[in-house]
């Protein structure tokens, strides 16, 4: 089974508004950590953002927000407020262990003016 | 976070020659990790490097293939040996910092092989 799935290829947002890409993810660990990054067309891979398995409350960094939602195994990224400067590939990530990470098959966004 | 720097950006380079790629990052890491994307594909690891000790490769990636080295706590270097034209990828090392493991990469090498 995959371990981390992303079912939107694509994704198109109208600036300004939020936009959710959607990461549903599969372990049986129970301690794992979930993390979002995105990658401009530079090619570099961006931090955005962290969700630990333990942590009850949603992760936050600034316009970045991830829906976690542990029964269901679904960590979704939101984004408010979209910038033109957000159109970029995004991949949803897990790790296990300490550093055994997986990767989802990327989500690009594309922010229309 | 950590400061992960990457030599060369870019590269084009002939099928048969080899290729290194360095990684340098600002602080004493334990783990350096060297994942290949390919084209439209996500992220592959490749190999998982300790100071001190031999590079742990993944199903499908052998040494011969891509050497790596790791001297010191802060530095790494993958070699794409005997390039053909399925190794061009962009290239990206990667580490892991604080007690969450939290992953951070470089800026990502991307090679083209003609």
């Known amino acids: 089974a995959q371990k981390i799935t992303q079912t939107q290829p694509g994704m198109f947002v109208q600036e300004k508004e939020a936009v959710t890409l959607d990461c549903t993810y599969d372990?049986?660990?129970?301690?794992?950590?979930l993390f979002w990054y995105k990658q401009p067309s530079s090619g570099e891979m961006i931090f955005l953002i962290y969700?630990?398995?333990?942590?009850?409350q949603n992760a936050t960094e600034g316009r970045y927000s991830l829906n976690f939602q542990k029964a269901r195994k679904s960590a979704n990224l939101v984004i408010s407020a979209s910038q033109l400067g957000d159109s970029a590939m995004y991949f949803c990530a897990m790790r296990e262990d300490f550093n055994k990470f997986y990767f989802g098959s990327g989500t690009k966004l594309n922010v229309k003016p | 976070s950590a400061v992960i720097s990457q030599k060369p950006s870019r590269d084009i380079c002939q099928r048969g020659t080899s290729l290194t790629i360095q990684c340098q990052v600002d602080?004493?890491?334990?783990?350096m990790f060297w994942y290949r994307q390919q084209p439209g594909q996500s992220l592959t690891l490749i190999a998982t490097a300790n100071q001190g000790s031999e590079a742990t490769y993944e199903s499908g990636f052998v040494i011969d293939k891509f050497p790596i080295s790791r001297p010191n706590l802060t530095f790494s270097t993958l070699t794409v040996s005997n390039m053909s034209p399925e190794d061009s990828s962009i290239y990206l090392c990667?580490?892991?910092?604080?007690?969450?493991?939290?992953?951070?990469f470089g800026p990502g090498t991307r090679l083209t092989v003609t």
């Open positions: 969700q630990g398995s333990y942590d009850e």
């Open positions: 602080s004493q890491v334990t783990m």
């Open positions: 372990t049986s660990d129970q301690s794992y950590g």
């Open positions: 990667s580490v892991t910092l604080g007690e969450d493991h939290e992953q951070y």
